[in-house]
């Protein structure tokens, strides 16, 4: 071999890392300019991207992503094992670990991450900001428990495809006032291939950034699964905050015309303002207001997923996806989640944004 080709095979596989470092670099420069990223790239280029990578990932009926994340946990064992054969140098093996990491990096990023970077919230909807009100947030809650005792239903007789349908209704109904170029391709939901393990961890979906799928765990019960499914969607949208997702999934189903939609979601938030309001005095007797029927429901909730639940792995999950969030610039990790409390009392305060969605 010349030179001059092995000064090129040298640079070949060193290009693709050199890519990673200056997405990188670029992921710095977008954390900066949230205004140039929403104009560009989460209205602009994203949303054909979806469209491109959800119409090849609906045409198949399993995960891609679960299979894609599937080989890229045998490759590193693949390699080791070549290397321990001397069917590849260790070198070359590191080589093709090294490039296969950075290609992953940059497709991430540009095929949705940069996502991450985006206007904030309130901005980008236009919805006011609202300052801690002890009694705002009691009446509020109040309103939820309210809802949940008028709203119960069951679930029996729903298909998920036609909870589906009603999502979409309802996304595309007030997309418009959520910032959303609906349709953005197809929000095809599938069932996670390891649901088991997922839901030992206490994971309900995932959406998968690299073919556009949005997944919802199999073990989720019916009355759980419109929420997760609309969550889901949001992030499929380009939505990636956890509580930004969140409050699209609340909003959207609380503004659909079907009490399973709307149940469902202010099932979800009601715990997460329980959870914030813990330690107020007028919790227990608004609690008590509800109806037995959706007390039994929140029982069956947390004693199915107590069950299911794994403690080491639900731990490991739990520090994996914190320093994930964390790593993009999510500077609450998992408490992420539950924002979505702040979100939805800046609606209950805003009539002039309830007037752009509200049926």
């Excluded at 073990?219 to 949208?237: G, I, M, S």
């Amino acid at each position: 071999m010349t030179t001059q080709n092995k000064k090129i095979r040298n640079l070949r596989w060193i290009a693709t890392p050199v890519f990673a470092l200056i997405t990188f670099l670029l992921t710095e420069l977008a954390a900066r300019n949230p205004a140039f990223v929403e104009r560009y790239y989460s209205r602009g280029i994203y949303p054909v991207i979806a469209s491109v990578f959800s119409f090849i990932s609906s045409r198949v009926a399993f995960s891609l992503d679960d299979l894609f994340y599937g080989l890229l946990i045998l490759l590193p064992l693949f390699l080791l094992l070549l290397a321990v054969l001397k069917r590849m140098s260790w070198k070359a093996a590191g080589k093709i670990l090294l490039n296969s990491l950075a290609g992953i990096y940059i497709a991430f990023y540009f095929l949705w991450g940069f996502n991450y970077y985006r206007s904030d919230f309130n901005q980008r909807l236009g919805l006011a900001e609202q300052r801690a009100n002890t009694d705002a947030f009691v009446a509020v809650l109040d309103g939820l428990a309210e809802k949940l005792s008028a709203d119960w239903t069951g679930y029996e007789n729903m298909k998920k495809e036609h909870i589906d349908s009603l999502v979409e209704e309802s996304y595309k109904r007030i997309a418009p006032a959520l910032k959303l170029q609906y349709p953005s391709g197809k929000r095809r939901a599938k069932n996670i291939t390891a649901g088991m393990l997922f839901a030992q961890a206490g994971i309900s979906g995932y959406y998968g950034p690299f073919f556009n799928e949005v997944h919802v765990n199999p073990y989720n019960l019916p009355v759980e699964y419109p929420f997760v499914l609309a969550h889901e969607k949001a992030h499929q949208f380009g939505i990636t905050s956890e509580a930004e997702a969140n409050f699209y999934a609340w909003l959207v189903c609380t503004q659909s015309s079907s009490k399973q939609l709307r149940y469902s979601a202010n099932l979800v938030i009601f715990r997460y303002f329980l959870f914030h309001g813990s330690r107020l005095e007028q919790i227990p007797g608004i609690a008590g207001k509800l109806d037995e029927k959706v007390k039994t429901d929140f029982r069956r909730i947390r004693e199915h997923w107590v069950e299911l639940r794994n403690e080491k792995i639900d731990r490991a999950a739990s520090k994996v996806n914190d320093a994930y969030l964390k790593s993009n610039k999510v500077t609450g990790g998992i408490e992420d989640y539950t924002g979505v409390v702040k979100f939805v009392m800046d609606f209950s305060a805003d009539s002039a944004f309830q007037s752009k969605v509200e049926l």
